[in-house]
């Protein structure tokens, strides 16, 4: 068996593998030393545990949750065969794939199946789809849906701003010592940047599509309700779920979330920049 931990902001990862995975980046930036907060196994199985009690779906994923025990079974892209299942029940914590996919695991498919999610949210953290910049020393989050403008907004501060782009895709928000930070994950998306830096959260944007820039601060309830949907969540187990919840309420009692309607230039970093004074 081969192991190798991870670190995501504060939360170490091990993951124990049946044969030696070789890292390549951006995975290889996040290997940690330290001591594992979790330990993941893989194995292969010939065959993946059968649907059990109500099953949800979402994409590619079905999964069922019976309070503290999560099971998640995969299917290969466009198709209906699962292909590996993450079984985490209290703090045994496997994930099985068939045994006709030996010899093909890589960086890639062991996040994907790892069910970091669960692990980071187990530790007061949430995953949130946004990209990410560093600026003066704090973290700024732009989120929205897929194609209005996430990683545009995040290059568009690079380029005018000097900010440093963080990545254009995820972001992981957790809390440590009652400060909010955000930190890098080792997925971006179409936009191929990921880079493992943490950094107290200054604010978060909610992004819209306009022919003019127009912002406004959300109220609370306004933010809660923005951040929830674009939480990473699928599986989670009961507790978990619970703690994903409350770091958001957290978030939105602390941090300054904002609706940011703008045009794809340099006047919407200006027009953050000044509601910002930054």
Not at 40 to 67: Q, R, T
Request: hydrophobic share 40%; glycine share 6%.
């Amino acid at each position: 068996m081969e192991s190798k931990k991870y670190k995501f902001f504060d939360t170490i990862i091990e993951i124990i593998t049946p044969e030696k995975i070789e890292d390549v980046e951006p995975y290889r930036s996040f290997l940690s030393d330290g001591i594992p907060d979790f330990a993941v196994v893989f194995e292969y199985v010939e065959k993946l545990p059968e649907f059990v009690g109500e099953v949800s779906s979402n994409d590619d994923i079905a999964f069922s949750v019976n309070g503290e025990k999560s099971i998640c079974w995969y299917s290969m892209p466009d198709t209906d065969e699962y292909y590996a299942c993450r079984i985490f029940d209290g703090e045994n914590l496997r994930v099985q794939l068939l045994e006709k996919f030996q010899g093909k695991l890589w960086n890639g498919i062991l996040f994907n199946l790892l069910g970091y999610e669960e692990l980071i949210a187990r530790k007061n953290g949430v995953v949130l789809h946004a990209s990410m910049i560093l600026k003066n020393g704090k973290t700024i989050l732009f989120t929205a849906p897929c194609g209005t403008g996430k990683s545009t907004q995040a290059d568009l501060w690079g380029k005018y701003a000097d900010a440093q782009i963080i990545n254009g895709d995820k972001a992981l928000v957790s809390l440590k010592d009652d400060v909010i930070f955000a930190g890098g994950l080792p997925f971006a998306g179409s936009s191929k940047i990921c880079k493992n830096i943490s950094a107290p959260l200054m604010a978060i944007v909610c992004l819209g599509q306009a022919k003019e820039n127009t912002i406004r601060k959300l109220s609370e309830r306004e933010a809660f309700v923005s951040l929830l949907q674009g939480n990473y969540r699928s599986g989670l187990t009961k507790d978990s779920a619970q703690k994903t919840i409350d770091v958001i309420e957290k978030v939105c009692n602390t941090i300054p979330v904002y609706k940011l309607d703008c045009v794809p230039d340099k006047t919407a970093v200006e027009c953050l920049e000044r509601e910002l004074k930054i």
